[in-house]
C-alpha cells in the first residue's frame, strides 16, 4: 500500500535523469561507457521492479508489463504489450540487428510466486537495501535476471555496437503456476521469435564460497514432471472385521512395490560433462571416478550409492517420490477407495508411456488405475557445442579465474522446455552468484539479491549479449 508513491516517485526522478544523460553518442562501441552510471539505474530501476506485486495467484502481471514499457518507451525501443487475459499480460521489445545471425531472446517471467509478509525480516515488496542486499520477492526468481535484460536491452541501445541479430526481450506471465503467458505467445505471436537462434533465461545454477565464485552451472536440459495418481477400490466394512484385499492394503502393497523399484541408471552427455567439470573439486577417490563416471558407473555399487544420493540421484534416473496419500476419513471405516500422488521427474529424451507400461509392471495389480494429472511437459535439452555456451563459459572465466563452468540439468522445470521446442538453443544463464543461504530465499523466506550482483551482473551480461549479438 505504501509502495505506490513511492514507485511513482522514481520513475519521475528516472526520467528526470534521462534528460540528463542523453542516449547513445557510442555507437560503434568504440567510447567508453560510463558504468557507474548505469550501475546506478540498475540498482534503481531493481528497486522499482521488486515493488511491483505480481505475486502469482493472481499474477497481476499487466502492471509489471506496463512499468517495464515505460522504460522501452522511454529509450525509444520499439515494444509491445500483449494483455491476454484482463491483468494477465505479455511483453516483448526488439532492438533490430542487420539479419545476419538469427535472434536472441532474454526470456524472463514477470510473476514471482506469493510470499507470506509474517515471516520476512522486512516487507517482501518494500525493496528496502539491508546489509548490501535487496530484499524482495522475485528477486532471484527471476526478476532480478530480467532487470540484468533490460539493462542489456538499455545500454544496446545507447552503446551497443550495430548488431548482427535482434535482440528480443521477452517478458511473460504465469510461469510459476501454468505458463499461461509463454504458451499464449507460443500460439499466438510466435511469428514474432520463432525464428531465433537462442533463448538465455533462468535455471542457471551458480555457487558462491565467501567472494569466489566456484561452479557456473548453464542450465541446458531440466527434467519433466510427470505427475500420476494411483486408485485402488475395494470392498468397504467396519475396522474390526479387516479386509485382506482392502483399498488400503493394496495400495500399500503396490507403494512398496514402487519404493523397492530402483529405475535404470543413464547418462546423458550433459551430466557426463557436469561429473567431469567438477571432478577436479573432489576429494579422491571420488575426483577419479567423476573424471570417468561413465567407466565409474558400470560398477553397480558405485552407481547404486552415488545414485541414491540426493544430490546427484535425480541426473541419473527417473525418480519418484510418493507425496500425497488418503484413505478413510475415520479410524474405524476401511474405505472403498485409496489413493497417492507420485511426483515422477524424467530425463530428458524419456518416453512418458514408457514409463507408464514400466511402473504397470512393478505395481503387478492391474486393478489400481493411474492416471496422469498434469500438463506433461515433454522433457528435451540443448547442445553445448555452440558459440553462446564457449561465449558464456570465456567470459565467466575471464572475469572469474578458477570459476568451474559446467553444464547443468535441472531437477526442476523451467520455460526452456517450450522454446526449444521451436527449435531454439536455449540456456539457462545469469551472472548471478549465490550462497546456499541465499538460494533458500528462492520460493522462501527473505528472497534478495546482492546490489554487487546487480552492479556487476549488468556489465557482466551486456558484454555476453553484446558479443554474441556483433
Ligand atoms: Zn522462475
Known sequence: MSVEPRRVIAITLFAVALVVFPSSVNA???????????????????????????????????????????????????????????????????????????????????????????????????????????????????????????????????????????????????????????????????????????????????????????LVGVDVAEKAPFWLKLTATGLPGHGSRPVADSATNRLIRAMNRILDWETPVKLLPAVEQFFKDIAPLQQEPLRAQFQNIRESLKNPDFAKALSSQREFGFLLRNTISITMLSGSKQTNVIPNAATCNLDVRLLPGESPDDFLNALRTVIADPSIKIESVNRFKQPNSSPIDKELFSLIARKTKEKHPGAVVTTKMLSGYTESQLYRQLGIVAYGWAPIYTTPEEDEGVHGNNERITVKNVREGTREFYEVVRDISR
Do not use: C
Open 28 to 214: 560503434q562501441n568504440g567510447g567508453t561507457i560510463d558504468w557507474p552510471r548505469y550501475q546506478d539505474m540498475a540498482v534503481d530501476l531493481m528497486q522499482q521492479y521488486l515493488r511491483v506485486n505480481t505475486s502469482n495467484p493472481p499474477g497481476n502481471e499487466l502492471e509489471a508489463a506496463k512499468f517495464l514499457k515505460k522504460i522501452f518507451d522511454q529509450n525509444a525501443i520499439e515494444n509491445e504489450v500483449f494483455e491476454f487475459k484482463p491483468g494477465r499480460a505479455n511483453i516483448i521489445a526488439r532492438l533490430k540487428g542487420n539479419g545476419s545471425k538469427r535472434p536472441i531472446i532474454l526470456l524472463s517471467h514477470m510473476d514471482v510466486v506469493t510470499a507470506e509478509p509474517a515471516s520476512w525480516d522486512v516487507d517482501p515488496f518494500s525493496a528496502v537495501i539491508k546489509n548490501g542486499s535487496i530484499y524482495g520477492r522475485g528477486a532471484l526468481d527471476m526478476k532480478g535476471e530480467g532487470l540484468l535484460h533490460l539493462m542489456t536491452m538499455i545500454i544496446l541501445k545507447r552503446e551497443g555496437p550495430l548488431l548482427s541479430r535482434d535482440v528480443i526481450f521477452l517478458g511473460t506471465a504465469d510461469e510459476e503456476v501454468d505458463d499461461i503467458g509463454s504458451l499464449w505467445m507460443i500460439a499466438n505471436k510466435a511469428d514474432l521469435f520463432k525464428n531465433a537462434e537462442y533463448v538465455l533465461t533462468e535455471g542457471g545454477d551458480n555457487l558462491l564460497e565467501g567472494n569466489t565464485v566456484k
